[in-house]
């Protein structure tokens, strides 16, 4: 089993910065990725970033490409959301999700933390 606590979330004003952290516990070594999602209210769940937990590659949105930056600590089992140049279509719901090796979904996420940026 594998457990992810997001944390980081909060109030920001339009082109301000925040930093989402996801802790990872358990069963690290049976980890292929770490993704971010976000939902805003009244749309869909939408896929933001990833990272693979050994080689650190990453890919992103394009809403955020330029903007946002994933990263892991694997000292700490930490995946980071860098958020930059925020704008209130980022407002939402940010979950980080884990992937098992031999799963092609995402099996294990948290409960989210919130993310409004003010205009």
């Known amino acids: 089993q594998v457990q992810v606590v997001e944390s980081g979330g909060g109030l920001v004003q339009a082109g301000g910065s925040l930093r989402l952290s996801c802790a990872v516990s358990?069963?690290?070594?049976?980890?292929?990725?770490i993704a971010w999602f976000r939902q805003a209210p009244e749309k869909e769940h939408e896929f933001v970033a990833a990272?693979?937990?050994?080689?650190?590659?990453?890919t992103y949105a394009d809403s955020v490409k330029g903007r946002f930056t994933i990263s892991r600590d694997n000292v700490k089992n930490t995946v980071y959301l860098q958020m930059n140049t925020l704008n209130s279509e980022d407002t939402a719901v940010y979950s980080c999700?884990?992937?098992?090796?031999?799963?092609?979904?995402?099996?294990?996420w948290g409960q989210g933390t919130q993310v409004t940026v003010s205009s």
């Open positions: 990272i693979t937990w050994s080689g650190g590659s990453t």
């Open positions: 999700a884990a992937k098992h090796r031999f799963s092609a979904n995402y099996g294990y």
């Open positions: 358990g069963r690290t070594d049976t980890i292929y990725n």
